[in-house]
Protein backbone atom coordinates (compact mmCIF):
# COMPACT_ATOMS: atom_id res chain seq x y z
CA UNK A 1 0.00 0.00 0.00
CA UNK A 2 1.36 3.64 -1.08
CA UNK A 3 1.85 5.56 2.15
CA UNK A 4 0.64 9.61 0.86
CA UNK A 5 2.70 12.08 2.82
CA UNK A 6 0.57 14.66 4.87
CA UNK A 7 0.01 17.37 3.15
CA UNK A 8 0.82 20.58 5.15
CA UNK A 9 -2.30 22.31 6.40
CA UNK A 10 -0.41 25.67 7.75
CA UNK A 11 2.16 26.35 5.08
CA UNK A 12 2.39 29.51 5.61
CA UNK A 13 4.48 28.49 9.03
CA UNK A 14 6.54 26.12 7.29
CA UNK A 15 8.97 27.98 4.79
CA UNK A 16 10.63 29.34 8.30
CA UNK A 17 13.19 28.25 9.92
CA UNK A 18 13.85 26.53 13.26
CA UNK A 19 11.75 28.14 15.91
CA UNK A 20 8.20 28.71 14.34
CA UNK A 21 5.96 29.43 17.83
CA UNK A 22 2.24 28.57 17.38
CA UNK A 23 -0.96 28.47 18.95
CA UNK A 24 -3.65 26.15 17.80
CA UNK A 25 -6.97 27.26 17.19
CA UNK A 26 -9.77 24.81 16.88
CA UNK A 27 -12.97 25.51 14.22
CA UNK A 28 -15.00 27.35 16.71
CA UNK A 29 -11.89 29.75 16.84
CA UNK A 30 -10.90 28.00 20.69
CA UNK A 31 -7.19 28.10 21.60
CA UNK A 32 -5.72 24.80 22.83
CA UNK A 33 -4.37 25.26 25.90
CA UNK A 34 -3.68 22.72 29.18
CA UNK A 35 -1.34 19.29 29.32
CA UNK A 36 -0.84 16.60 27.65
CA UNK A 37 -3.03 14.77 30.08
CA UNK A 38 -5.69 17.14 30.17
CA UNK A 39 -6.40 18.90 26.74
CA UNK A 40 -8.79 21.72 27.14
CA UNK A 41 -10.19 24.66 24.76
CA UNK A 42 -10.24 28.57 25.88
CA UNK A 43 -11.51 31.85 24.67
CA UNK A 44 -8.92 33.57 26.03
CA UNK A 45 -5.65 33.86 23.86
CA UNK A 46 -3.21 34.70 27.19
CA UNK A 47 -4.19 30.70 27.88
CA UNK A 48 -3.19 29.00 24.82
CA UNK A 49 -0.67 26.48 25.11
CA UNK A 50 2.59 27.78 23.08
CA UNK A 51 3.72 25.10 20.79
CA UNK A 52 7.21 25.19 19.08
CA UNK A 53 6.21 23.98 15.07
CA UNK A 54 8.71 21.82 14.66
CA UNK A 55 9.84 20.59 18.03
CA UNK A 56 6.49 19.33 18.85
CA UNK A 57 5.58 17.99 15.37
CA UNK A 58 2.51 20.61 14.99
CA UNK A 59 1.90 19.41 11.32
CA UNK A 60 1.65 15.66 12.02
CA UNK A 61 -0.42 16.30 14.84
CA UNK A 62 -2.96 18.56 13.04
CA UNK A 63 -2.86 16.04 10.43
CA UNK A 64 -3.77 12.88 13.67
CA UNK A 65 -6.40 15.27 14.77
CA UNK A 66 -8.01 15.35 10.84
CA UNK A 67 -7.71 11.93 10.23
CA UNK A 68 -9.01 10.68 13.69
CA UNK A 69 -11.74 13.19 14.19
CA UNK A 70 -12.62 14.93 10.91
CA UNK A 71 -12.21 18.06 12.56
CA UNK A 72 -9.39 20.63 11.67
CA UNK A 73 -7.35 22.46 13.93
CA UNK A 74 -4.70 25.17 12.63
CA UNK A 75 -1.39 26.55 13.65
CA UNK A 76 -1.19 30.15 14.18
CA UNK A 77 1.98 31.74 14.29
CA UNK A 78 2.59 33.45 17.43
CA UNK A 79 3.57 37.65 16.81
CA UNK A 80 6.83 37.73 18.44
CA UNK A 81 5.94 40.79 19.85
CA UNK A 82 3.14 38.76 21.96
CA UNK A 83 5.56 36.35 23.08
CA UNK A 84 7.40 37.13 26.87
CA UNK A 85 8.36 34.42 28.88
CA UNK A 86 7.13 30.59 28.61
CA UNK A 87 6.43 28.78 31.33
CA UNK A 88 8.29 25.54 31.77
CA UNK A 89 5.81 23.37 33.10
CA UNK A 90 2.76 24.15 30.89
CA UNK A 91 3.98 26.44 28.23
CA UNK A 92 1.69 29.08 29.30
CA UNK A 93 2.88 32.72 28.17
CA UNK A 94 3.63 35.25 30.86
CA UNK A 95 5.06 38.79 31.03
CA UNK A 96 8.22 38.87 32.88
CA UNK A 97 6.38 40.39 35.84
CA UNK A 98 4.45 37.01 36.36
CA UNK A 99 7.53 35.07 35.16
CA UNK A 100 9.18 33.11 38.62
CA UNK A 101 12.35 31.69 38.19
CA UNK A 102 13.01 28.46 40.55
CA UNK A 103 16.92 28.32 39.92
CA UNK A 104 16.00 25.79 36.84
CA UNK A 105 12.81 26.71 35.53
CA UNK A 106 10.61 29.64 34.78
CA UNK A 107 7.22 29.29 35.96
CA UNK A 108 3.64 31.19 35.51
CA UNK A 109 2.12 31.65 38.69
CA UNK A 110 -0.30 28.39 38.45
CA UNK A 111 2.41 26.03 38.75
CA UNK A 112 4.44 28.18 41.04
CA UNK A 113 1.35 27.40 43.73
CA UNK A 114 0.94 23.79 42.65
ZN1 LIG B 1 2.73 27.00 34.21
Same mark, same amino acid.
Given at each position: ???????? +??????????????? +??????????? !?? !????? !???????????????????????????????? +?????????????????????????????????????????
Amino acid at each position: MEKKTPRP +IVSAVMDDSSSVKVL +IVNEEGQYLSG !TA !THWEF !TEERCRARVFDYAQDHVADQLQLVRNAYRTVW +IAVKLDPHEAYEFCDRCGARMTATYAWFSGKFFLCPGCRTQ
